[in-house]
């Protein structure tokens, strides 16, 4: 009976007219966003303010960032064309998104709107977090912006919650954009390869999106840096016109957007790279991006690059400004072939040249598999008793006892296929089910989204430490990108895994840390493939380049210093011919070059002649002499390498009491033109200066050894050192 009721239904229904179905009419509901009452948000420092606006409809935008307003409320009645600060896809938007979600229903569609701000401060730095939400998803987006008021420089990061019971996916998830106005915009930005990392580019940006992005997985600045400046005019000024700058603190695949749109202003939108990376965010989860560097400078490209290494100094890199050891590293002078006499020769001469550290580079591990080349034993890290039986605690002791410091090398994201951790935990390597295991440099990559690996990781660096009491350095290197990504770990959530690694890999540095917090840590990755403020939170230097050569390093470390401080950048002295590209400079011009970062040699001494050995001791007392205003100072750049025959630069202390002069000859000069002039820069105008070349019996200067004031220093006529030969250089230290 109830089978044929309910088809007597159907029929009676079926047997409705259908001009009666078509009476009932689709509606459509709209969730009311209610109004609110306009405001200006400042986010400010001494001498930058970035100016947020919450319009009446709840719409957050920028309205400025830049110089100081003294009246911020005056852009209430500003009718400019506004940015949203977060603009999500969804509404009216149509540019590149902050913001990019997929619900669980299907839709695409966000529309953020404020809900409530607030302002907190404490030491120098005032921290506003603006709440938004979409009104009809629910879900919730905090802008968190970190204002550095004496180093004039904006953190800016972003927190995504979701409040609902489904898990929704996020499809673009950026850190911060950001907004500039003008009528032409030059962008300097950073590109290269291993070996000549941190090259120059510059470029106009045009209409349409200029886009700089990694996606190598671990080595992600080794082709491009997530770093940038521009240009508020077509030209590049190191002491004029307004620059922004910008770095991302992130060590993995990034990508940094730069959209000129139709109305001809600048938006810069910087995050994680959304490639392969569509993040789920489970109900009741949330996500954290990383953070947005943010600085203005009205002088110019030096200007910026001086309030960004003031923070690195104080936030931004683990140990803060410190003055780091001068040091000998085994690599280029032993490579894999050694015992202990070797090395304990080479820490003699080093403690004999007055250096501070010996560091132990590759090939002391391996029992199994001896790590005697490239191609076998990372993941075996016992040490190697046939290269040395005493094991590291005698050499440690013996560094220790002769008054150096001592370091070891480890790379402990990789395996080697030829190694007893293959063998025993072939599922901890990146990989994609029934795909080749692609090899780079005779190696793989572990999965640091797996907990497992974290934990193996973590205990790498625990047991090295235990290796003999009192190792003071760890140069942490890893030596390949990713291939063919995929983790067995997480199973059919493979879009996390390029995230997972990196926050893999961040909490093990925390944990290390935590239990080690007086280790000297050097982020090395191939050289500059790891140059972030992401890292160098927990690494107190980076390994600027795997190419030591000195001309080399002009241009690398020119454009390093662009962004990051001359206390982190590691710069070593080597033999000639270079190792990499078979140059052969002058054993001085090495010093000079090494002297402008924090100095090492990579070379055996015992091939110095007396000469060389004569100078390099004399160079490494000069340099203990003046490192802590190349640690601690103020960097002018007084030329560029790029459009220069001559390479100069100087750092000035903070109190202007000392500054360090350094300059190079890049190409022959007629010796009829006499010195090249340089103006210092930064100098107290008033404060007399004694001016002192470095290690040398005859200066290439007519003032040396005599005192001058700042405003005669830095006239742009009077300090014009003679430099004619291809790689002479000088230094010269001023005590006022």
């Excluded at 979701?162 to 930005?189: C, I, Q, W």
């Excluded at 001469?349 to 010996?358: K, P």
């Excluded at 132990?360 to 005697?372: A, S, V």
């Amino acid at each position: 009976m109830k089978r044929i009721t309910i088809l007597l239904a159907a029929l009676l229904a079926a047997a409705v007219p259908t001009e009666a179905r078509k009476a009932k009419k689709f509606v459509h509901e709209t969730v009311e966003i209610p109004s609110v009452e306009p405001q200006v948000i400042a986010v400010e420092t001494e001498n930058t303010q970035l100016l947020l606006g919450v319009l009446g409809n709840r719409q957050v935008v920028i309205r400025h960032y830049g110089q100081p307003v003294a009246n911020p409320s005056q852009f209430l009645e500003f009718n400019g064309v506004a940015a949203e600060a977060y603009p999500a896809a969804g509404g009216t938007f149509m540019g590149e998104p902050a913001l990019h979600v997929k619900y669980a229903d299907g839709t695409h569609n966000t529309e953020l709107r404020y809900v409530g701000h607030k302002v907190e401060s404490a030491s120098g730095v005032a921290k506003t977090t603006i709440q938004m939400k979409d009104y009809v998803t629910g879900l919730q987006v905090n802008l968190i912006y970190e204002a550095y008021r004496k180093e004039n420089v904006i953190s800016a990061h972003t927190e995504i919650l979701n409040p609902g019971k489904k898990a929704v996916g996020l499809e673009n998830y950026a850190s911060a954009l950001m907004r500039l106005e003008g009528d032409d915009f030059l962008l300097t930005h950073f590109h290269g390869g291993w070996a000549y990392e941190m090259q120059t580019s510059r470029e106009m940006l045009d209409f349409g999106t200029k886009v700089i992005e990694s996606r190598r997985g671990t080595q992600a600045t080794q082709t491009e840096n997530p770093s940038f400046m521009v240009s508020l005019g077509k030209e590049f000024s190191e002491t004029s016109g307004a620059v922004v700058a910008g770095a991302l603190a992130w060590s993995g695949n990034f990508r940094i957007a730069f959209e000129r749109d139709e109305t001809g202003r600048l938006n810069i939108l910087g995050g994680i790279s959304p490639f392969a990376s569509a993040y789920p965010l489970a109900g009741g989860a949330s996500f954290e991006t990383p953070a947005m560097l943010w600085t203005y400078s009205a002088e110019g490209a030096g200007g910026a690059s001086r309030n960004l290494h003031r923070w690195a100094r104080n936030y931004g890199i683990y140990g803060g400004g410190a003055v780091n050891p001068t040091l000998l590293n085994s690599w280029e002078g032993a490579y894999f072939t050694f015992n202990t006499s070797t090395l304990t020769g080479m820490i003699d001469d080093a403690a004999a040249m007055g250096l501070e550290m010996f560091v132990l580079d590759d090939g002391w591990f391996g029992e199994k598999y001896p790590r005697n080349s490239d191609r076998t034993s990372l993941g075996d890290w016992e040490p190697n008793t046939s290269k040395i039986p005493e094991g590291i605690d005698y050499l440690a002791s013996y560094a220790h006892e002769r008054g150096l410091k001592f370091g070891i090398w480890i790379e402990p994201e990789m395996v080697s296929g030829v190694s007893v951790l293959a063998e025993t935990h072939p599922e901890w390597v990146v990989q994609s089910p029934g795909r080749q295991l692609y090899e780079a440099r005779w190696q793989w990559v572990l999965d640091l989204s797996n907990p497992d690996v974290q934990d193996f990781v973590f205990g790498i660096f625990d047991r090295t430490m235990q290796l003999a009491p009192g190792i003071d350095y760890i140069k942490w290197d890893c030596n390949r990108p990713i291939y063919s990504f995929g983790s067995t770990y997480l199973g059919n959530e493979q879009d996390r895994f390029y995230v997972e690694y990196v926050q893999g890999l961040y909490s093990v540095m925390r944990r290390i840390r935590e239990k080690y917090p007086k280790v000297l840590v050097q982020c090395c990755s191939s050289g500059g493939a790891r140059v972030d403020y992401g890292a160098m939170k927990y690494c107190n230097e980076f390994w600027t380049s795997d190419n030591t050569d000195a001309i080399s390093r002009v241009r690398i470390q020119y454009a390093t210093s662009m962004i990051y401080p001359a206390c982190a950048m590691a710069s070593h002295v080597s033999a000639v011919p270079n190792h990499q590209s078979g140059n052969i400079t002058p054993l001085k011009m090495r010093f000079d070059m090494a002297a402008a970062g924090r100095l090492g040699m990579e070379l055996q001494p015992k091939n110095l002649t007396p000469e060389e050995r004569a100078l390099a001791d004399r160079c490494i007392k000069s340099y203990r002499g003046f490192r802590d205003v190349v640690f601690g100072g103020d960097l002018y750049r007084l030329t560029d390498p790029y459009d220069s025959d001559y390479y100069a630069f100087m750092y000035v202390s903070e109190d202007k009491s000392k500054a360090v002069v350094f300059a190079f000859c890049l190409r022959y000069q007629n010796r009829a033109t006499g010195g090249h002039p340089f103006a210092l820069q930064g100098l107290d105008p008033s404060r007399s200066y004694k001016v002192t070349e470095q290690n040398v019996d005859s200066s290439c200067w007519w003032g040396n050894g005599k005192s001058f004031t700042g405003d005669f220093l830095m006239s742009g006529s009077a300090f014009n050192p003679v430099l004619h030969q291809t790689n002479a250089s000088a230094i010269f230290v001023l005590e006022g």
